[in-house]
């Protein structure tokens, strides 16, 4: 697979498993509540992904809701023929409202002056209210209901479904677990006081990866799945409730392109980083953090696959090029592949495990990548 001639003439590229998408959202939808639909997260280039590629993929898989977080990648899937729902999570300008009955895109209502706005545009916009059930960043507070009901009156809007997000709902914590609980207390509150009143409750979603995954039990229409669709989960020690075999779907590679001898004592790159205490071979890479492959790695350690050797990355992550220590796979030579993340060796080179080396998540290590790197469907 590695040596595929498709990759011959890149310098560096992301693979994304077709076979491991599929399988993720058959695993995810049948650990699902019956009647709760997958809502694919494909939002910054589906996590890096690929927004073309996942969304095609997950259109033959049958995925008919689908979330990101602008109106350009709402467009973008349209015009890719995504025909199923299509939510935008974040803020539009609501002089904008044209295009989102054009592409027949759902806007979600971050706050209630916005509702007033984009009603006021008089264009008839389908939306989602957004619900701040204790998060504090987007939405409508649970507790003003009035406002919520006002709403459902407006006009120019049908609301098609009503949200929240929870906070922590990767913490097993105690008190975590009990923040969670109050979120989704407040939520059903809201949704109670609503029907009390006579409101048709539209359809409803709370779970992102974690929210399902700690939280499974709970029916919703939708499940919001971002990072669990991509087979990885956001940090590499993390145990939850409910634990899928999810399969993690993408690999980033590149290949030698240069090596060279540089003797015990010399340096090599930027700063002079690094300074061999043995005589060494070191290959370079074509790819750098311009790719999305983090510069702080070069202090806490990273280290790449040839060949079934691991190798250390040494010296500075340039922003186009990296060099690694291959003094001891004395078998690697011009021309072979390197992975520098994949689900393969997960103690090494999964996308938690460096994503945690750099001090962060898998989420924002895999959504740097979505810009410079072509995307390779395998
Ligand atoms: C990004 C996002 C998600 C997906 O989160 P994951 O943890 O990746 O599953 C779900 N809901 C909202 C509101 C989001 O912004």
């Given amino acids: 697979m590695e040596c595929n001639a498709v990759f011959r003439t890149e310098r560096a590229w992301i693979e994304v498993s077709a076979e491991?998408?599929?399988?993720?959202?058959?695993?995810?939808?049948?650990?699902?509540?019956?009647?709760?639909?997958?809502?694919?997260?494909?939002?910054?280039?589906?996590?890096?992904?690929?927004?073309?590629?996942?969304?095609?993929?997950?259109?033959?898989?049958?995925?008919r809701a689908f979330a990101v977080a602008t109106i350009e990648?709402?467009?973008?899937?349209?015009?890719?023929?995504?025909?199923?729902?299509?939510?935008?999570?974040?803020?539009?300008?609501?002089?904008?409202?044209?295009?989102?009955?054009?592409?027949?895109?759902?806007?979600?209502?971050?706050?209630?002056?916005y509702a007033k706005e984009l009603n006021e545009q008089g264009v008839g916009v389908k939306v989602h209210i957004k619900?701040?059930?204790?998060?504090?960043?987007?939405?409508?507070?649970?507790?003003?209901?009035?406002?919520?009901?006002?709403?459902?009156?407006?006009?120019?809007?049908?609301?098609?479904?009503?949200?929240t997000h929870l906070c922590c709902p990767d913490s097993r914590l105690l008190e975590d677990v009990a923040?969670?609980?109050?979120?989704?207390?407040?939520?059903?509150?809201?949704?109670?006081a609503l029907k009390k009143n006579g409101i048709a409750i539209p359809k409803l979603h709370i779970q992102?990866?974690?929210?399902?995954?700690n939280y499974p039990d709970l029916h919703c229409?939708?499940?919001?799945?971002?990072?669990?669709?991509?087979?990885?989960?956001?940090?590499?020690?993390?145990?939850?409730?409910?634990s899928l075999p999810l399969r993690p779907v993408l690999s980033l590679k590149s290949k030698i392109v240069l090596i060279r001898n540089v003797s015990k004592g010399s340096s090599v790159g930027y700063g002079r980083a690094f300074t061999p205490e043995r005589d060494s071979?070191?290959?370079?890479?074509?790819?750098?953090?311009?790719?999305?492959?983090?510069?702080?790695?070069?202090e806490t350690g990273a280290s790449v696959r040839i060949k079934g050797?691991?190798?250390?990355?040494?010296?500075?992550?340039?922003?186009?090029?990296?060099?690694?220590?291959?003094?001891?796979?004395?078998?690697?030579?011009?021309?072979?592949?390197?992975?520098?993340?994949?689900?393969?060796?997960?103690?090494?080179?999964?996308a938690p495990s460096v994503a945690e080396r750099f001090g962060s998540i898998s989420n924002e290590l895999l959504c740097r990548m979505g810009a410079r790197l072509p995307v390779v469907v395998i």
């Fill in 20 to 63: 491991n998408l599929h399988h993720n959202v058959r695993v995810l939808q049948e650990a699902m509540p019956a009647g709760c639909e997958l809502m694919a997260v494909v939002k910054c280039e589906a996590y890096g992904h690929g927004l073309r590629q996942v969304a095609e993929e997950l259109k033959i898989a049958g995925v």
């Fill in 73 to 113: 990648e709402g467009i973008k899937l349209r015009e890719y023929g995504i025909q199923g729902e299509i939510l935008i999570l974040g803020y539009t300008d609501v002089r904008r409202a044209p295009e989102l009955k054009q592409y027949d895109l759902i806007q979600t209502l971050i706050d209630f002056c």
């Fill in 131 to 163: 619900i701040d059930t204790g998060m504090h960043r987007l939405g409508i507070p649970y507790h003003a209901s009035s406002d919520v009901e006002q709403v459902f009156a407006m006009k120019h809007i049908k609301v098609y479904g009503m949200f």
């Fill in 179 to 192: 923040f969670t609980k109050e979120q989704i207390g407040n939520f059903y509150q809201l949704v109670d």
């Fill in 208 to 213: 992102s990866s974690y929210g399902f995954l």
């Fill in 221 to 242: 229409d939708y499940a919001r799945m971002g990072i669990a669709l991509y087979g990885v989960l956001s940090s590499a020690k993390e145990d939850t409730v409910l």
């Fill in 281 to 298: 071979r070191i290959a370079i890479l074509p790819i750098g953090y311009g790719d999305g492959f983090p510069r702080g790695l070069s």
């Fill in 309 to 350: 050797h691991v190798a250390p990355v040494i010296g500075r992550i340039c922003m186009d090029q990296l060099a690694v220590d291959i003094t001891d796979a004395a078998d690697a030579a011009v021309g072979d592949i390197a992975t520098l993340i994949d689900g393969k060796t997960p103690e090494l080179i999964s």
